[in-house]
């Protein structure tokens, strides 16, 4: 296959993303550092001794340092292929994707046979979101070598992000099978089988990563240790999200800084309880108030979570509800995070995340404020109207829905969370500063309340032009703000998220099956209250 140029430009490939899904567990580097004797051992080894060690660091987490001795073998022997590839992995895994894509996408052009070549430029496409591109690639890497785990593992992500789950799974188990000792590809298939409710084997994967990565972050381990203990206990559970009740249910819902607010019942209890219908959260979350008013006790805890606003940390507390009621509609065994809310100033019990609505046909209707819930019978049944226009969805590692959007005074399509439950669309500080976007900044600050606390005199910007497939609206305001914390882990770039400020002028349906949204124009938005 011969791989075309691309254009390379800090659109293509901005500086976002942390790390790709499989390769986020090394998320930084430890403190390891080479002291005057290791100089001396690095100056007295052969470039084969220290492509060697730098694997070893690779693995400890240690890219810096890895980077440094690959660098050495390069300027020993500047022909090996294998060393500069290595180099082009690293720089993938520090989100230096441009480079990567140098590295990799000349190697591929001058080695047209060789497979890992394909596999690392793939990888560094679709961490930039440009999965047809990577596909391609992927496919030209195992066509070349069906052995190569990068290929299979890059793969199984990329059917993981289009809700593939199952082919996710089968790719994933092949990159473990070709190479068992990558923790990356161990850590990949558990969050993919926690995703295909496997939970025993979700937690049976994760303790062999803790057993396999020689990563030294203390607050990473911790967080997966009390995964463990959580998927555990999930195992030991009768079937999660299982459904009772009527088969569909409409309820009303209330419209409050652009978020919907649905009254549901938890536990049996007859008291409703105000939930925010949250599509940026893949888990439901209950507040610390709220559990303890209803003695829902934690489950366990495990490390702290990465979020918006404050210190950008909350910590990780787990709990479970029996019953979720909404409407005539039951869901049973829900699993939550129990975290403190910050006061916003609204009565607010919990947040509606993904997994408990993505059994059905969901529908947000903005016009006539109400929240629908339909079984879907057959995954080709639909309820978006004929008359609505049907836009692809991806998920990504983190479980945020990602949407292609188009910005006004920027060239290329960006990927966006599609949130109901921010109030306001946001932008990352990186699009913020694009030529384009920049002169559109507001002298107005904004305050900004997020999962990890409260952000004050952050700046807002009038965004001439928001489209979402043929979707457009004009004049929308959106707030920029650092999305690291959210790219750490979504495993391809997102660049902003459309928030209530442009959904509350639609009917949407979502139809998680099938990964598709149905957006029809409503003829007056509702009044914000």
């Not at 790719?171 to 969050?191: I, M, R, S, T």
């Not at 950008?312 to 005539?328: D, K, N, S």
């Not at 900004?448 to 305001?477: C, E, N, Q, W």
């Amino acid at each position: 296959m011969k791989v075309k140029p691309l254009r390379i430009n800090t659109l293509h490939f901005p500086v976002l993303l942390k790390n790709l899904a499989f390769v986020a567990v090394i998320c930084c580097a430890s403190a390891f550092t080479l002291i005057a004797g290791d100089v001396q051992q690095a100056d007295a080894e052969t470039p084969k001794q220290l492509a060697k060690r730098a694997e070893k660091l690779i693995k400890k987490g240690d890219l810096i340092e890895a980077e440094k001795l690959l660098r050495k073998v390069i300027d020993a022997v500047p022909d090996n292929s294998d060393a500069k590839l290595r180099l082009a992995y690293v720089c993938l895994k520090q989100r230096r994707l441009t480079e990567a894509y140098e590295i990799s996408y000349n190697i591929a052009k001058a080695e047209p046979k060789n497979s890992y070549a394909f596999a690392v430029l793939g990888a560094t496409l679709l961490g930039a979101g440009r999965f047809n591109d990577a596909r391609t690639l992927f496919f030209n890497s195992l066509k070349l070598n069906k052995r190569q785990a990068f290929a299979w593992a890059s793969l199984g992500m990329l059917d993981f992000y289009e809700n593939r789950v199952q082919d996710s799974l089968e790719n994933l188990q092949e990159a473990v099978f070709h190479d068992p000792e990558q923790p990356d590809y161990v850590f990949a298939l558990a969050q993919v089988s926690a995703r295909y409710e496997r939970y025993k084997e979700a937690a049976d994967a994760y303790y062999r990563f803790l057993s396999l990565s020689r990563d030294n972050d203390d607050e990473r381990r911790a967080r997966i240790k009390g995964l463990i203990n959580f998927l555990k206990f999930l195992g030991q559970r009768q079937q999660l999200y299982a459904t009772a009740g009527r088969n569909n249910t409409s309820v009303p819902f209330k419209l409050t800084g652009n978020r919907p607010i649905i009254q549901i019942k938890v536990n049996g209890r007859d008291e409703p309880l105000n939930f925010v219908l949250d599509t940026g959260s893949g888990i439901s979350v209950i507040s610390d108030k709220t559990a303890k008013a209803m003695k829902i006790n934690p489950i366990t805890k495990g490390g702290f979570a990465k979020g918006i606003g404050g210190n950008g940390r909350f910590e990780i507390v787990y709990g479970f509800l029996r019953q979720v009621e909404i409407g005539a509609v039951e869901i049973r065994n829900v699993p939550v995070y129990i975290r403190k809310f910050h006061n916003d100033g609204n009565n607010i019990d919990g947040y509606i995340g993904l997994s408990l609505i993505s059994k059905f046909l969901t529908t947000i209707d903005y016009g006539n404020l109400t929240f629908s819930l339909a079984k879907a019978m057959d995954p080709k049944d639909s309820l978006g109207p004929e008359s609505g226009v049907s836009l692809p969805l991806r998920l990504t590692s983190s479980g945020f829905l990602s949407g292609e959007v188009q910005l006004e005074g920027v060239g290329t399509p960006l990927n966006f969370i599609v949130d109901t439950g921010a109030s306001v669309s946001v932008i990352s500080a990186e699009v913020a500063g694009m030529e384009g976007i920049s002169p559109f900044a507001n002298n107005e600050k904004m305050r900004v309340i997020g999962s990890a606390g409260v952000t004050d005199g952050v700046t807002s910007f009038l965004l001439p032009r928001v489209s979402f497939g043929a979707h457009s609206r004009k004049s929308i305001t959106a707030i920029a703000l650092d999305l690291d914390m959210i790219n750490e882990a979504s495993g391809f770039e997102q660049a902003g998220i459309l928030g209530g400020n442009f959904l509350r002028n639609y009917r949407m349906t979502f139809d998680f099956r099938n990964s598709k949204v149905t957006f029809v124009p409503i003829a007056e938005p509702t009044p914000i209250p």
